[in-house]
């Protein structure tokens, strides 16, 4: 039986089927302004060089989604999309700060005037950003609307930090935003796409509705879901969904290229559907390694360990085995948090772990019908993936927090590619919209 409270929201449809405390929630709700949700890169700088031919620069953005961000900003500098770098993919709503580079010439960066955006500290370096390319992230996220009083919030505060501290971490879900926190989709698209269904994938993307979008944007869905209404779809489409424009503008010069309407998208959208399935599969493993009671923090034999590097980042590369001669010793690295216990993400080249979780792992993909073969996409390789594995607990550092009538502020730094969410739903337990 399980020692983890059961989540009872949307978050089980995505694979979050367990919290690390038992404790009830304080409620609320995240981003009800921009401002709610500040995040700061904690950044790998390249180093300045003169004569390098990439500008390196600070963006601070309120309320854009990143993949339209780069988008304007490359109509406004003519250059292709493909020459500006960026570390990570930061939350719309909100006050994000992140580095980023340009392979243009000083003047172009100039001509990047845009609401809501700012460019400073620039300089040039040889050496671009890429996906990656920084140590974590430092948050200052406000919750509003709690349905507790201010003392039993700060009870609650205190309880699940002493919680996640104990446990060196919490649950280390990929979050709400990898798959769409209105529309939850991402994962399903990508699902159709390593099944070979193409044309699934892109109807999926373009016409599936949800009750949280706008009555624009459901009007539009309405018209996408017959390919013979393009043309009106076209007309009504918000803003918003200007990768579906793009998608079916395609289509309709090229009916049945449907590989070719993916292959539209930006390479790092197209790689967020595979990767959305297989954060998906990674939830359900998670889940079902809570489900069966097996220790979080600790390691079991079978279980595959990665060591962290000085920044305290895991080192994928040099992934080793539990057995019965080593579990004192990965016991104490993994206390000291010099090492990671992993769960896999499933592709080309992953591997599978031995003993209970090796179990697990492989009921999981049996009952999914995938082999790593599946993560070979065919006409797509941007949606082909080899797989990694990806470490089960989250660590947490410098927490800090504030209580005010109605709400609370926390203040906190993770390691890169990990979410906030999925932190604040341990001490929120609010429904997935609220995320």
Same mark, same amino acid.
């Given at each position: 039986m399980t020692m983890y409270r059961r989540c009872d929201t949307a978050e089980a449809d995505i694979g979050m089927r367990y919290y690390l405390t038992d404790t009830d929630g304080t409620g609320g709700r995240l981003?009800?302004?921009?401002?709610?949700?500040i995040v700061k890169e904690i950044s790998k700088h390249p180093d300045e060089k003169g004569d390098g031919r990439f500008i390196i620069a600070e963006v601070t953005s309120r309320n854009w989604e990143t993949n339209r961000l780069i988008r304007i900003m490359s109509r406004s500098m003519n250059i292709s999309r493909e020459r500006i770098g960026f570390a990570g993919t930061k939350d719309k709503r909100a006050v994000t700060t992140q580095l980023m580079s340009f392979e243009a010439p000083d003047e172009a960066l100039s001509k990047v005037d845009l609401k809501d955006v700012t460019v400073r500290n620039a300089y040039r370096s040889r050496r671009g950003v890429q996906i990656g390319d920084l140590i974590g992230n430092r948050f200052e996220i406000t919750v509003k609307d709690c349905l507790l009083s201010k003392d039993d919030t700060a009870y609650v505060i205190g309880s699940v930090t002493s919680s996640i501290k104990a446990s060196k971490g919490f649950p280390n879900?990929?979050?709400?935003?990898?798959?769409?926190?209105?529309?939850?989709v991402t994962h399903i698209v990508g699902e159709k796409i390593v099944r070979g269904d193409i044309k699934g994938a892109v109807d999926t993307y373009l016409s599936h509705p949800s009750e949280h979008e706008q009555q624009d944007t459901k009007d539009a869905r309405e018209l996408l879901a017959d390919r013979s209404s393009f043309?009106?779809?076209?007309?009504?489409?918000?803003?918003?969904?200007?990768?579906?424009?793009?998608?079916?503008?395609?289509?309709?010069k090229h009916p049945d290229d449907d590989i070719g309407a993916i292959s539209k998208l930006p390479t790092n959208l197209q790689m967020m559907f595979t990767h959305a399935y297989q954060s998906y599969l990674f939830n359900l493993m998670l889940s079902r390694r809570m489900e069966h009671g097996i220790p979080l923090d600790r390691p079991a034999v079978g279980d595959v360990v990665i060591p962290a590097d000085a920044d305290r980042i895991p080192m994928h590369e040099? &992934?080793?085995?539990?057995? $019965?001669?080593?579990?004192?010793?990965? #016991? *104490?690295?993994?206390?000291?948090?010099?090492?990671?216990?992993?769960?896999?993400?499933?592709?080309?080249?992953?591997?599978?772990?031995?003993? &209970?979780?090796?179990?697990? $792992?492989r009921s999981i993909i049996y009952? #999914? *019908?995938?082999?790593?073969?599946?993560?070979?996409?065919p006409g797509l390789p941007h949606c082909s993936s080899k797989g990694s594995r990806r470490e089960i607990l989250c660590p947490l550092t410098d927490i800090e927090s504030s209580v005010t009538d109605g709400g609370y502020t926390l203040r906190f730094s993770l390691p890169k590619g990990n979410y906030a969410t999925c932190l604040l739903r341990e001490y929120m337990k609010s429904d997935m919209i609220s995320y």
């Open positions: 981003k009800r302004e921009p401002e709610d949700f879900y990929f979050g709400v935003q990898r798959f769409g926190a209105v529309r939850p043309a009106d779809a076209l007309k009504v489409m918000p803003k918003t969904m200007s990768f579906e424009k793009t998608m079916a503008e395609h289509l309709m040099r &992934p080793a085995t539990v057995t $019965e001669k080593n579990i004192r010793l990965v #016991e *104490k690295q993994i206390r000291s948090g010099k090492a990671f216990i992993t769960i896999s993400l499933i592709g080309t080249e992953s591997t599978i772990a031995d003993g &209970p979780m090796g179990d697990i $792992e009952e #999914e *019908k995938m082999t790593n073969d599946s993560f070979l996409v």
